[in-house]
């Protein structure tokens, strides 16, 4: 089945677009393949990216935030940087753009997902306690994104780099 991938905010969506066309947000980025791509940037694969504050005891439903949303940035069908926007009082705004494992780890993670029988909605999870990063298969795709109850059928992924 088809992975679920939730719309991003438009807001979100909006500052991440004109973070790309400015030459001072690219130029500034400490992401090298950002600052020398050719050719067109865009950001795609949207996920929230939810907090996991308190690993709850034994019993007990883990909850987490919403803290951000992250997008791939693409340039000429591959993924060269990533971009988190981050919730300010005057709604989604761009925070910073990166690169790293992250990247290749995420698209693995998502193909692998995409092949499998069984239908989930994709979101981030960071988990500080552990410092890990996975990615979340919700097991019900059509849950509200910015909710943040673990489920017993969902899976973590830890995504790269994480810890062994």
Do not use: C, K, N
Not at 22 to 51: D, F, M
Not at 56 to 68: D, F, H
């Amino acid at each position: 089945m088809p992975l679920h991938v939730p719309s991003a905010p438009a807001p979100a969506l909006r500052s991440v677009s004109a973070a790309l066309g400015s030459p001072t947000a690219v130029r500034q980025a400490r992401t090298s393949a950002l600052r020398s791509a050719q050719g067109p940037l865009s950001p795609e694969l949207p996920l929230p990216v939810h907090v996991l504050d308190r690993i709850a005891p034994t019993g007990a439903v883990p909850r987490t935030r919403l803290a951000a949303w992250r997008f791939l940035i693409r340039s000429e069908g591959r993924a060269i940087a990533a971009a988190d926007t981050m919730l300010t009082p005057d709604g989604w705004s761009f925070s910073h753009f990166f690169e790293g494992p992250y990247l290749a780890s995420t698209e693995l993670a998502v193909r692998q997902a995409e092949a499998s029988p069984t239908a989930y909605q994709a979101r981030l999870l960071s988990i500080p306690e552990l410092y890990m990063l996975t990615l979340w298969l919700h097991d019900d795709p059509a849950d509200d994104a910015s909710t943040g109850v673990l489920a017993p059928a969902d899976v973590l992924v830890p995504l790269a780099p994480a810890p062994p």
